[in-house]
T-cell receptor, first 110, second 116 residues
């Protein structure tokens, strides 16, 4: 069974710090990876997608992918209290079909 | 663009009744829609993949006779929870994949179902 693993947290960081969120996946053939942010009671919103090994930066967010280690991470620089949410890692396992990790709750303390 | 709506946003029903949830892509055509369920403090679990004009594909462990899915047009899919019970209380979220090209999924705002 294809799995996506995340530490549920909570991960607590002070405002302005770097938050590092990690995810591992079991399907070595996976090619597409996504990070979603979900606020309590809301549906997920896409933050980043990454398809190639290495880093991909978008504003304060950097996604990192290492297919050999089956590892994908999300770095949030200059964390803000508004970044406090649950971050879901998702892996595409079929045409449009995503498998989600359990999510990591991030708390950014003012 | 790429807006997906769900209706209702919140529903409370008595045990044994059926509840229908609608998922609409407002500004694009979606050949494929996905239905997820999310229990408190847990992640999204894919229930089924809905393709326009054909039968839905259900994930292992999801009862197709209990969760009826209809994808009658390129902009509308419905999920009907039949004979709902308290254990069906959950947050139901749909997503839609645009026809032709990008594989990106666009999520609806979700429906909170409470079965008394």
């Amino acid at each position: 069974q294809k799995e996506v693993e995340q530490n549920s947290g909570p991960l607590s960081v002070p405002e302005g710090a770097i938050a590092s969120l990690n995810c591992t996946y079991s399907d070595r053939g996976s090619q597409s990876f996504f990070w979603y942010r979900q606020y309590s009671g809301k549906s997920p919103e896409l933050i980043m997608s990454i398809y190639s090994n290495g880093d991909k930066e978008d504003g304060r967010f950097t996604a990192q992918l290492n297919k050999a280690s089956q590892y994908v991470s999300l770095l949030i620089r200059d964390s803000q209290p508004s970044d406090s949410a649950t971050y879901l890692c998702a892996v595409r396992v079929g045409p449009g079909k995503l498998i989600f990790g359990q999510g990591t709750t991030l708390q950014v303390k003012p | 663009g790429a807006v997906v709506s769900q209706h209702p946003s919140r529903v409370i029903c008595k045990s044994g009744t059926s509840v229908k949830i609608e998922c609409r892509s407002l500004d694009f055509q979606a050949t494929t829609m996905f239905w997820y369920r999310q229990f408190p403090k847990q992640s999204l679990m894919l229930m089924a993949t809905s393709n326009e004009g054909s039968k839905a594909t259900y994930e292992q462990g999801v009862e197709k006779d209990k969760f009826l899915i209809n994808h009658a047009s390129l902009t509308l899919s419905t999920l009907t929870v039949t004979s709902a019970h308290p254990e069906d209380s959950s947050f139901y979220i749909c997503s839609a994949r645009a026809s032709g090209g990008t594989n990106e999924q666009f999520f609806g705002p979700g429906t909170r179902l409470t079965v008394l």
